[in-house]
């Protein structure tokens, strides 16, 4: 039997998606479940590890007889690492939702030091992977002292799947601190902190690190010819699939957080108190970066609001009225004039003014970034809000200077990118 079928495993926040694809890259078939932390025995909020196992093995099993998958690859946010022993995880991953480091950040800012090298600020509750890493060495040192193997998000699922455990660069430097873009080794903090050992060698994102396990591939009836991938970083996912086409260009990934990733742009430019740093690409190149959590910004401010019930008409109307939502710490404030109309807006605002501002709301967000990281044209738009012609028309109103466009693919970005990189060599052949 020929494995001509291809599956990506898109670990996200909120969703858990795996997509089925062909040879040609047509998606074939998909599974799909919401995601959230859950309690562990540590008193911790922690990732659903184990939810999310028993979802995977159910899929690829129910898949088993409708596609002859040959290649599987995982990407994942690169807000969590796991720690290893011989029998598994040590201690259930940190969601990064969870906050107790208030007693620690004054040493852990002194364990970092120089932000210049990571080039990433110190980002609130567990955004920087290396701090929940931190926490649980102080927390929990007798059962982190027992691990031997740590490894970022995506490898914790290869390694599930293979057996083999890999790390890999677009995961070691996205905002985590345990990585040095310039110098492409690891950070101050993780040989100060004697890790560099311990972590997995690193590995292409591309390359095929083995075969499924033969006991996974008995249980779940895929064939022991499948071979597992590194995996990558989702953001990160999502850029590769432009990195050959363009050079320098800017990236905009939607979803949960949205992200804009100017290639090839400058990183001396990067004010690190502004939410700005340095990503990695599977290329171990410093990319620019400057994010906002869009997708929940946009959900506030809909209201309940359907996205398609936006109105370009409306975005006038909005601009004369003076009604406008700021972005602050706790989300958007919505003014209507000098009034603060944030906590009244289904009542104040129809189901297409509020949509309608939510496009523009993102729009001005990322447009500001765009021009805080002097960002290259062009521009391209993935996700959700790629989907969003209110959103894509304001803009390419407020960046004239950029060749603005959606994706034009029905497959998310992140999944798409994914399923290019397992196919990265035969591409380069």
Not at 81 to 104: H, I, K, S, T, W
Not at 378 to 392: D, Q, S, W, Y
Request: with cysteine; aromatic share 6%; glycine share 8%.
């Amino acid at each position: 039997m020929k494995l001509d079928c291809s599956a990506v495993l898109d670990v996200g926040k909120t969703h858990v998606k795996l997509r089925v694809f062909d040879a040609a890259g047509h998606a074939v078939e998909q599974r799909d479940r919401p995601n959230r932390g859950v309690g562990s025995p540590q008193g911790y909020t922690a990732l659903d590890t184990a939810g999310i196992e028993a979802w995977l093995w159910d899929s690829l099993a129910s898949l088993a007889h409708r596609a002859r998958i040959g290649h599987l690859i995982v990407t994942t946010h690169g807000a969590a690492f796991a720690a290893l022993d011989d029998d598994g995880l040590v201690l259930p991953m940190v969601d990064y939702e969870f906050d107790a480091y208030a007693g620690q950040r004054e040493a852990y800012a002194l364990a970092v030091g120089d932000l210049r090298e990571t080039l990433s600020p110190h980002l609130p509750l567990g955004l920087n992977a290396a701090r929940p890493l931190y926490w649980q060495a102080r927390e929990f040192p007798t059962a982190f002292a027992c691990a031997h193997t740590l490894l970022p998000y995506p490898q914790y699922w290869a390694w599930r799947l293979s057996g083999i455990a890999a790390s890999e660069v677009s995961s070691l430097g996205c905002h985590t601190h345990l990585w040095s873009p310039a110098n492409r080794s690891w950070s101050r903090l993780v040989h100060r902190e004697g890790w560099a050992r311990r972590f997995a060698p690193i590995r292409s994102a591309w390359d095929v690190l083995g075969p499924l396990r033969p006991e996974l591939a008995q249980r779940l009836g895929l064939s022991r010819d499948c071979v597992v991938h590194t995996g990558v970083h989702d953001s990160n996912a999502c850029l590769a699939r432009y990195l050959r086409r363009w050079p320098a260009m800017t990236l905009v990934t939607s979803g949960t957080w949205t992200v804009v990733m100017a290639c090839g742009g400058r990183t001396d430019a990067l004010d690190l108190s502004s939410d700005m740093l340095a990503n990695v690409s599977v290329a171990q190149d410093p990319v620019p970066t400057a994010r906002f959590m869009g997708g929940r910004d946009h959900e506030a401010l809909r209201a309940g609001a359907s996205p398609d019930d936006a109105r370009a008409s409306l975005v006038q109307m909005l601009n004369e009225e003076s009604i406008r939502a700021l972005p602050t710490p706790g989300g958007p404030q919505v003014l209507h004039g000098d009034l603060d109309i944030t906590s009244q807006l289904a009542e104040a605002l129809s189901a297409a003014e509020r949509a309608t501002l939510a496009s523009l709301y993102c729009a001005q967000m990322v447009a500001s970034r765009v021009q805080l990281l002097g960002a290259p044209s062009p521009l391209v738009i993935e996700g959700p809000l790629a989907r969003n012609a209110v959103f894509v028309d304001c803009l390419s109103a407020l960046l004239p200077g950029h060749d603005c466009s959606a994706a034009a693919d029905e497959v998310e970005g992140t999944a798409r990118g994914a399923w290019e990189l397992m196919h990265w060599n035969e591409a380069a052949a």
